[in-house]
């Protein structure tokens, strides 16, 4: 089909699926037509960016789309499957990692793919970075002498062990984290050296997940790839990132940065003893300068479109199609015929595990009274947790059935309800007293928001009103307020602005849901009562809050602005409290309260208090919000001049000026109207939020 296009569907339409459409689109002779995923908002909302049709059932995709070829970007444990059914019906196809759950699974894909004469080909689209090419090209071709040992690291931050969601697939089995991340690292080594032999696996740093079950966040496994001994290492603590592959010859030592798309060789050289170690130094500095300023200057002119991430994508998916059109054979790096190899070494690694203890959870059936959308984030968990704890019986609205609530599943019972769905949700609602709305939607554009957070928090309400709730209790965000000048103070009383085209989406949009949301109450009688959360702290909370700055990794942070004035902190057990307090006490409809603590600390000092209490100093720096709303306008400009994107806030100073919080809040509000008593003692807050918070992970 050298001369053809090649019709293209995806199903699964989660976040790793834009990568992979945004891919496609930029491939000569290659269309996305199909979208599918069970969820229908899911579908359509990534459809509807590419031109492409929207469907919730694969069979009728397959049957009505007229595809070539599918990529298959589901949970792993539905890969199997789904790619036997569309070899079977002629699709090639492009799976994602890990392409199944064992070398098993993977090797019926391949005789599956075989059976129907179709291209089976496995997403490890790192072996496709334009460095790790020369990598492998130096591996090959003896440039680094004859190969005695390699490690390969991920050491990168996995905040979902400490912060949720904890219904994630990768978390719910102990051996799933190997098979979500070993992939990429065991196709680094097979790929280079031939197959993997593993001879030992070591696990460390447990971390208990809300439910009793405990997982562990290091693994070092020891191998061996002919005569190469090999250490494989991840870590997954908060801890600086190290996503590398490094090589030791004879005659040279490579380390291959593949978070940064890099190669840096270090070479012996015959100068004398004196000038020998300085050589080897600069020509270091030398390539690391000379690979950061191609990168930099590839970022800037491809408007960060050719990050390295992206860049893995192209050379893989580029690579799958060119032997689609060609009908050739696939590059044995991307063929799942390697993965099958690859999944062997991770089946022998897996067997390594020590048995897994499942605690012995309660048995029993909720009546529940009291309903929780959003109860697997931050805020959802807590308040879940604490409502039990009080004598309620809880409804949890999730994406999947599994939560992280097994310890307490006597009182909790967890429902799967699309958020579209107004007739599923007003089912679901039914027997409940109080609905909690915690959801939240983090778009891009305003039509997004418009659909995915405003939309979606109008039917809820819709739901609360035709099942006869008692209460709806809606939480959304102080970042909706000016917060841009240090004079006055912000009040329950103080309104949003009129015009929120210059904010950012996400304040925008919860700011347009409450307008919506207070007009119901006042037009139709909706039961609601408003909550606004400060920056929330405490366990179950990330350490790389953006709230306080822009993150770079666990160890480096820039505060917003200059980082001296109090932010409005508060922590999650008062924040709980508060919201417990909103579903008992009386005539409340109608009103709003803004839930932060008592005023405490800047960005500094929260900061401080960390390198204090746990002898961890993080490169903290201050940022210039002009410089930031500067960068912010010209980005705007670029992306709507040349990309021609539609729906984005204007760049403005006051949104950034608001991020730093500079205008003080008041508190008095719930205090009085709901008997609030959030901490006031200064040890107790920075022990809640920092000693006892497990902020690193161990």
């Known amino acids: 089909m050298a001369n053809a296009r090649v019709r293209v569907g995806i199903i699964g339409a989660g976040y790793i699926a834009t990568w992979h459409a945004e891919t496609i689109k930029a491939l000569q002779g290659v269309d996305l037509v199909a979208v599918c995923d069970m969820s229908a908002g899911a579908a359509d909302a990534l459809a509807a960016g590419f031109d492409a049709k929207p469907f919730t059932d694969v069979d009728a995709m397959i049957a009505e789309a007229n595809l070539d070829a599918v990529h298959i970007l589901t949970p792993p444990d539905s890969h199997h499957d789904l790619a036997v059914k569309c070899a079977a019906a002629g699709l090639h196809c492009f799976v994602e990692k890990p392409v199944g759950v064992s070398a098993r699974e993977t090797a019926a894909m391949v005789e599956a793919g075989q059976s129907a004469n179709r291209l089976m080909a496995a997403g490890h689209n790192f072996l496709g970075m334009p460095a790790y090419e020369r990598l492998r090209e130096a591996v090959k071709s003896g440039d680094l002498g004859r190969i005695s040992m390699a490690e390969v690291n991920w050491c990168f931050p996995l905040p979902p062990l400490r912060s949720g969601p904890f219904g994630l697939w990768l ?26 032999r593993v001879s030992h696996l070591a696990l460390s740093k447990p971390i208990t997940l809300p439910g009793g079950e405990e997982r562990h966040q290091g693994w070092r496994i020891l191998a061996q790839a002919g005569d190469v001994d090999i250490t494989f290492n991840i870590s997954l603590v908060e801890t600086v990132d190290d996503r590398s592959v490094l090589v030791r010859g004879s005659s040279a030592q490579a380390r291959f940065d593949y978070a940064a798309d890099t190669v840096v060789i270090r070479r012996e050289n015959t100068a004398d003893l004196v000038v020998n170690p300085l050589r080897t130094q600069v020509s270091q500095g030398w390539q690391y300068f000379r690979e950061g300023t191609v990168n930099f200057w590839r970022q800037v002119i491809s408007l960060n479109r050719k990050s390295p991430y992206g860049l893995s994508f192209a050379r893989a998916i580029g690579s799958f199609y060119d032997s689609v059109r060609r009908s050739v054979p696939l590059d044995p790096r991307f063929d799942m015929q ?26 029993g059936k909720p009546n529940p009274t009291v309903m929780v959308i959003g109860g697997t984030g931050f805020i959802g968990r807590a308040l879940t947790r604490e409502l039990v704890k009080r004598g309620h019986d809880v409804r949890v609205l999730s994406r999947g059935k599994r939560g992280p609530f097994a310890d307490i599943a006597n009182h909790v019972e967890t429902v799967s309800v699309s958020m579209r769905d107004t007739e599923g949700l007003t089912q679901a609602m039914q027997g409940i007293d109080t609905v909690y709305n915690l959801a939240k939607s983090m778009d891009k554009t305003w039509d997004d928001a418009l659909i995915n957070d405003v939309g979606v928090s109008i039917g809820v309400a819709e739901a609360v009103m035709a099942a006869g709730v008692r209460r709806l209790i809606y939480t959304g965000t102080i970042a909706s307020y000016d917060m841009s000048e240090p004079t006055g103070t912000i009040t329950e009383a103080t309104r949003f602005a009129e015009d929120m085209r210059d904010r950012n989406i996400y304040a925008r949009s919860k700011a347009e849901c409450e307008k919506r949301l207070f007009e119901m109450h006042e037009e139709r009688g909706l039961p609601l009562v408003i909550a606004r959360p400060g920056i929330v702290v405490g366990h179950g909370g990330p350490l790389q809050h953006w709230g306080i700055g822009r993150w770079h990794g ?122 609030w008593t959030p901490e006031t003692d200064r040890a107790k807050v920075i022990a809640a939020a920092i000693t006892d918070a497990n902020l690193f992970g161990f």
């Not at 746990?614 to 912010?632: E, G, I, K, Q």
């Open 554 to 675: 666990a160890g480096a942070v820039r505060i917003w602005g200059h980082g001296r004035n109090t932010l409005p902190f508060v922590l999650i057990d008062d924040v709980t409290d508060a919201l417990i307090r909103m579903m008992d006490q009386a005539e409340i409809e109608g009103q709003g309260y803004n839930i932060v603590g008592e005023p405490m600390m800047s960005a500094r000092d929260y900061f401080q208090a960390i390198h204090d209490q746990m002898d961890a100093r993080l490169n903290v720096s201050t940022s210039s919000l002009y410089a930031l709303f500067v960068a912010d306008a010209v980005k705007h400009a670029l992306k709507v001049s040349l990309l021609r994107r539609k729906g984005l806030s204007r760049a403005s100073l006051k949104d950034w000026k608001s991020r730093a919080h500079f205008t003080p809040f008041d508190n008095t509000k719930p205090k009085v109207e709901l008997g």
């Open 338 to 363: 390697t993965a099958e190899v690859v999944m062997q070494s991770i089946d022998d690694a897996l067997a390594m595990m020590p048995a897994h203890k499942v605690p012995a959870f309660p048995k």
């Open 171 to 196: 978390l719910r089995e102990p051996g799933n984290l190997l098979l979500e991340l070993g992939p990429h690292l065991f196709a680094f080594a097979t790929d280079l050296f031939g197959p993997v």
